[in-house]
């Protein structure tokens, strides 16, 4: 992929959704100026780019679209929803085209159709133009029972009818096309003569006047007036793949030879028509056979040979006689070789002396075939001023693996101090060392931050599609809904953003469905009739929170509890001692829904239990608050970042971990009197709250008891798991270090009780805990 078509990719995704927003924006606000023109700039500019690379497709679309947004912006049509569904299906399939483009590199033919279909329903809304564009299409001839006009077979020459019915009935298939270009063909720099004689597999074509020619005084000669018909034993794909930028100008159908055999009988008998065309054709080739017996001495020879060669090769193809071809094609070589036209005169001679088999009567091409006339319109982008630089991201992740390793690096500047110090005794060198470790921590915290605010990104990433989905969405359950979006330049890690994508489309697809009611219902209950879906993102010291509120009636608990209980989510004890706020909790289960239909929308039993995984992925949490006919309020809590984990370093059993500082409440020792046991687990009660206690070895199935002080007090590691205080005894705590997280791979990815692994100073390999893993494995 070349870098301006990367360069293309990357400024049509920003134009894409520049534009489905004005659209969204438009239903509220159909009368202003300044939108509907920014608008039109935009898909104007997105028809321009992509008419510099060969995507007819896109083009096609686009101008489309372009020529209604046109309509829009001088008052000739009013702004409608309708008119918004369509243009916004037709940014879907621009943006599929996009996607198609980026993982191949060109855009397939296989669209033409959709494309054409496309264009045709965007124009039927412009006033004056019937989906046809400038003119009303022409008609076509009538069409036989067989798909096949009359007029067409007519044209067909008997001989030319058997031995095609007889090539198919041998297995080799033939396609007749009939293409009429449109009048206006030439200033698109199209060339319908040469798009003909280039069709593949080419074996006879026929052109005629789709009307009476007028007088010559009246002639108008930038006018195409002509429609062709071709036959060809090329497949279909290939066929509709080299008429590609014209599918609207083409029909296409696949002979047979029930098609072909019942006229030639009549064909056969009907008296001969003077052959008018063959003879034609011949005087033609004499023409350009002279031009042969010119002088050689004069700089244009070649190009003299080469053109009076494609006209011959025109004529040999039109009068069937393609054997004759290669030929002069080899005599043509040799005369460029030598600089001379004797060796095609000799194929001249040759030809003349022995014409050959006589071809069965050719049809009247019309014009004469010539060499193609190259025309092409240059294209030049005008310069602007840089404002914003767009990096790749390979090369923001590289720079991330470098700042990584130089925390790593540093983190090993206090180790070589201590080794100083006190293995060698040489206390002046530990002092500059560590002097010398404050200035590099200082300068790689700066680049750490500096990165990291490269790799960060607004909330509005994953906002801006929201606007769309529900829209969508309420249209089909025939709803209406205020959609709210606050926080839009909140900033978190790229990787985090991305990563939201899922489960925040989860969650609002569920408020759509089963939060907010119909208006009848709303209206019914005292509530306005539209409901009010706010989704905000603020940021608190280290970490971001998304809130997803709606008006809608709530979560039942009671409803809850019953469909966990059908589903055998909860046994029937729990049924009786669960409480409100904890049954609430169980639509997180895997396989919960209370939707008692299965729809495209909802009640496959999967939604909000992917959401509470993609969330705990990325060291999130999900709570949610619910009141019966008021609403529910569901917040995401993230962290800014993934790439620096801030982690504390402990020991057990004479090994040592890490824990993320996220996830770590407080540190505290508890004496070992404190812990008792209730139904076999260990138990505290800390600040008047009972707590439950764990031992790290035996979460980590060790059968070393957990280590105390002098006082007999044990370490313990105050973690909250799912909103609750937990707490772990370790043997000892240690430093908190940055540190680079390494995620498991190959079969340790499936030991969910690790986050991952870091690199520590000296060298030595930290593994770090997953407490919520750790626990829910017990």
């Given at each position: 992929m070349?870098?301006m078509l990367?360069?293309f990719?990357s400024?049509?995704?920003?134009?894409?959704q520049?534009i489905?927003?004005r659209?969204l924006?438009?239903?509220?606000t159909p009368?202003?100026a300044?939108?509907l023109?920014?608008?039109?700039?935009?898909?104007?500019?997105?028809k321009?780019?992509?008419?510099?690379?060969d995507?007819?497709?896109?083009?096609?679309v686009?101008h489309?679209?372009?020529?209604?947004m046109s309509?829009?912006?001088?008052?000739r049509?009013?702004?409608?929803?309708?008119l918004?569904?369509?243009?916004?299906?037709?940014?879907?399939?621009i943006s599929?085209l996009?996607?198609?483009?980026e993982s191949?590199?060109e855009?397939?033919a296989?669209?033409?159709?959709r494309s054409?279909t496309?264009a045709q329903?965007l124009?039927?809304?412009?006033?004056?133009?019937?989906?046809?564009?400038?003119e009303?299409?022409r008609?076509?001839p009538t069409?036989t029972?067989?798909?096949?006009s009359?007029a067409v077979?007519a044209?067909i020459p008997?001989?030319?009818r058997?031995a095609?019915?007889a090539?198919i009935?041998g297995g080799?298939p033939h396609?007749l096309?009939?293409?009429?270009?449109?009048?206006?063909?030439?200033?698109?720099g199209e060339?319908?003569l040469?798009?003909?004689i280039?069709?593949p597999n080419?074996?006879?074509?026929?052109?005629s006047?789709v009307?009476?020619?007028?007088?010559?005084?009246?002639?108008?000669?930038?006018?195409?007036n002509?429609?062709?018909t071709v036959?060809?034993?090329?497949?279909r794909e290939?066929?509709?793949?080299?008429f590609?930028?014209?599918?609207?100008?083409?029909?296409?159908?696949a002979?047979?030879?029930d098609?072909?055999l019942p006229?030639?009988?009549?064909?056969a008998?009907?008296?001969k028509?003077p052959d008018?065309g063959?003879?034609?054709?011949?005087?033609?080739?004499?023409?350009?056979?002279?031009?042969f017996?010119?002088?050689?001495?004069?700089?244009?020879?070649?190009g003299?040979?080469?053109a009076?060669?494609?006209?011959?090769?025109g004529c040999l193809?039109?009068?069937?006689r393609?054997?004759?071809?290669p030929?002069?094609?080899?005599?043509?070589?040799?005369?460029?070789?030598?600089?001379?036209a004797?060796p095609?005169?000799?194929?001249?001679?040759?030809?003349e002396?022995?014409?050959g088999?006589a071809a069965p009567?050719a049809?009247?091409?019309?014009?004469s075939e010539s060499?193609p006339?190259?025309?092409?319109?240059?294209?030049s982008l005008?310069?602007?001023?840089v404002?914003t630089?767009?990096?790749?991201?390979?090369?923001i992740d590289r720079?991330m693996?470098l700042?990584?390793?130089?925390?790593?690096a540093?983190?090993g500047?206090?180790?070589l101090?201590?080794r100083?110090?006190?293995h060698?005794?040489?206390?002046?060198?530990?002092?500059?060392i560590?002097?010398?470790?404050a200035?590099?921590n200082?300068?790689?915290s700066e680049?750490?931050?500096a990165?990291?605010q490269?790799r960060?990104?607004?909330?509005?990433?994953?906002?801006q599609?929201?606007?769309r989905?529900?829209?969508d969405?309420?249209r089909k359950?025939?709803?209406?809904?205020?959609l709210?979006?606050?926080?839009?330049?909140t900033?978190?890690?790229?990787n985090?953003?991305?990563a939201?994508?899922?489960?925040l489309i989860?969650?609002v697809r569920?408020s759509l469905d089963?939060g907010?009611?119909?208006?009848?219902v709303?209206?019914?209950?005292?509530k306005?009739?539209a409901?009010?879906l706010v989704?905000?993102?603020t940021?608190?010291?280290?970490r971001v929170?998304?809130?997803?509120i709606?008006?809608?009636?709530?979560?039942d608990?009671?409803?809850?509890k019953r469909k966990?209980?059908?589903?055998?989510?909860?046994?029937?004890?729990?049924?009786?001692r669960i409480?409100?706020?904890?049954?609430i909790?169980l639509i997180?289960a895997?396989?919960?829904?209370?939707a008692?239909v299965?729809?495209?929308?909802?009640?496959r039993?999967?939604?909000?239990?992917?959401?509470r995984?993609?969330v705990?992925q990325?060291?999130?949490?999900?709570?949610?608050?619910?009141t019966p006919?008021q609403?529910t309020?569901l917040?995401?809590s993230l962290p800014l970042?993934?790439?620096?984990t801030?982690?504390?370093v402990i020991?057990?059993?004479h090994?040592i971990?890490g824990?993320p500082m996220?996830?770590?409440?407080?540190t505290?020792?508890l004496?070992?009197?404190?812990i008792r046991a209730?139904k076999n687990?260990?138990?505290?009660?800390?600040r008047?709250r009972i707590?439950p206690v764990?031992?790290?070895?035996e979460l980590?199935a060790?059968?070393?008891?957990?280590?105390s002080n002098?006082?007999?007090?044990?370490?313990?590691?105050i973690v909250?798991?799912q909103g609750e205080?937990v707490?772990?005894?370790?043997?000892?705590f240690?430093e908190v270090i940055?540190?680079?997280l390494?995620p498991?791979s190959?079969?340790?990815?499936?030991?969910?009780?690790?986050?991952?692994?870091a690199?520590?100073?000296d060298?030595?390999?930290?593994?770090?805990?997953?407490?919520k893993?750790l626990?829910?494995w017990?």
């Amino acid at each position: 992929m070349t870098p301006m078509l990367q360069q293309f990719l990357s400024e049509s995704r920003e134009f894409l959704q520049r534009i489905s927003q004005r659209l969204l924006s438009l239903e509220h606000t159909p009368e202003d100026a300044a939108l509907l023109d920014d608008l039109f700039r935009s898909v104007h500019t997105l028809k321009g780019n992509s008419g510099l690379f060969d995507f007819p497709e896109m083009t096609r679309v686009l101008h489309a679209a372009e020529d209604l947004m046109s309509a829009v912006r001088e008052r000739r049509l009013s702004y409608s929803r309708s008119l918004a569904d369509q243009l916004l299906d037709a940014m879907d399939f621009i943006s599929l085209l996009a996607d198609e483009i980026e993982s191949t590199g060109e855009s397939h033919a296989r669209h033409a159709a959709r494309s054409t279909t496309l264009a045709q329903q965007l124009r039927q809304f412009i006033p004056g133009d019937g989906g046809a564009g400038r003119e009303e299409p022409r008609a076509a001839p009538t069409q036989t029972s067989a798909g096949v006009s009359e007029a067409v077979l007519a044209s067909i020459p008997g001989e030319l009818r058997a031995a095609w019915a007889a090539a198919i009935g041998g297995g080799q298939p033939h396609c007749l096309l009939v293409y009429t270009p449109e009048p206006e063909c030439f200033f698109k720099g199209e060339d319908p003569l040469y798009q003909v004689i280039q069709t593949p597999n080419l074996v006879w074509q026929h052109s005629s006047a789709v009307e009476s020619w007028p007088s010559l005084a009246e002639l108008d000669p930038y006018r195409c007036n002509l429609r062709f018909t071709v036959v060809t034993t090329a497949a279909r794909e290939a066929i509709e793949a080299h008429f590609r930028y014209v599918p609207d100008q083409i029909a296409l159908t696949a002979l047979t030879v029930d098609q072909l055999l019942p006229r030639a009988p009549a064909q056969a008998a009907a008296p001969k028509a003077p052959d008018a065309g063959r003879a034609r054709v011949e005087n033609l080739m004499r023409t350009q056979i002279g031009i042969f017996a010119l002088r050689d001495d004069v700089a244009c020879l070649p190009g003299r040979l080469k053109a009076a060669v494609g006209a011959l090769r025109g004529c040999l193809r039109s009068t069937l006689r393609e054997a004759l071809i290669p030929a002069l094609e080899a005599a043509l070589a040799r005369s460029l070789e030598q600089r001379s036209a004797a060796p095609l005169r000799g194929w001249a001679e040759a030809l003349e002396a022995s014409p050959g088999p006589a071809a069965p009567d050719a049809p009247d091409p019309g014009i004469s075939e010539s060499a193609p006339i190259a025309g092409s319109a240059g294209s030049s982008l005008g310069a602007e001023t840089v404002k914003t630089l767009k990096v790749d991201q390979e090369k923001i992740d590289r720079l991330m693996n470098l700042i990584g390793e130089m925390v790593v690096a540093k983190n090993g500047l206090p180790f070589l101090a201590g080794r100083a110090e006190n293995h060698f005794g040489v206390r002046e060198l530990a002092r500059e060392i560590k002097a010398q470790y404050a200035v590099i921590n200082r300068i790689a915290s700066e680049m750490q931050d500096a990165i990291m605010q490269v790799r960060m990104m607004p909330v509005s990433f994953i906002f801006q599609r929201f606007p769309r989905l529900v829209r969508d969405i309420t249209r089909k359950l025939g709803k209406e809904v205020d959609l709210v979006l606050e926080g839009e330049a909140t900033e978190a890690d790229k990787n985090i953003i991305e990563a939201l994508a899922d489960p925040l489309i989860h969650i609002v697809r569920n408020s759509l469905d089963h939060g907010i009611e119909s208006p009848e219902v709303r209206r019914a209950a005292g509530k306005p009739p539209a409901g009010r879906l706010v989704i905000r993102a603020t940021q608190e010291s280290d970490r971001v929170y998304i809130d997803i509120i709606d008006d809608g009636k709530g979560i039942d608990p009671a409803v809850v509890k019953r469909k966990a209980y059908e589903k055998g989510l909860i046994d029937e004890a729990t049924l009786e001692r669960i409480s409100d706020k904890e049954a609430i909790q169980l639509i997180f289960a895997a396989g919960f829904s209370t939707a008692d239909v299965v729809s495209d929308l909802s009640g496959r039993g999967v939604g909000m239990d992917v959401v509470r995984s993609a969330v705990n992925q990325v060291n999130g949490t999900v709570t949610l608050e619910s009141t019966p006919g008021q609403g529910t309020r569901l917040r995401l809590s993230l962290p800014l970042s993934m790439a620096v984990t801030n982690v504390m370093v402990i020991e057990s059993d004479h090994r040592i971990f890490g824990v993320p500082m996220d996830m770590v409440l407080e540190t505290v020792r508890l004496p070992r009197s404190s812990i008792r046991a209730i139904k076999n687990r260990q138990t505290t009660i800390l600040r008047d709250r009972i707590m439950p206690v764990r031992s790290l070895n035996e979460l980590l199935a060790s059968t070393t008891p957990q280590q105390s002080n002098e006082e007999d007090e044990l370490a313990t590691l105050i973690v909250q798991i799912q909103g609750e205080p937990v707490g772990i005894l370790v043997d000892d705590f240690r430093e908190v270090i940055d540190i680079i997280l390494k995620p498991m791979s190959g079969i340790l990815s499936s030991l969910s009780g690790y986050s991952g692994s870091a690199l520590l100073g000296d060298g030595s390999v930290l593994m770090v805990l997953n407490p919520k893993e750790l626990v829910t494995w017990q």
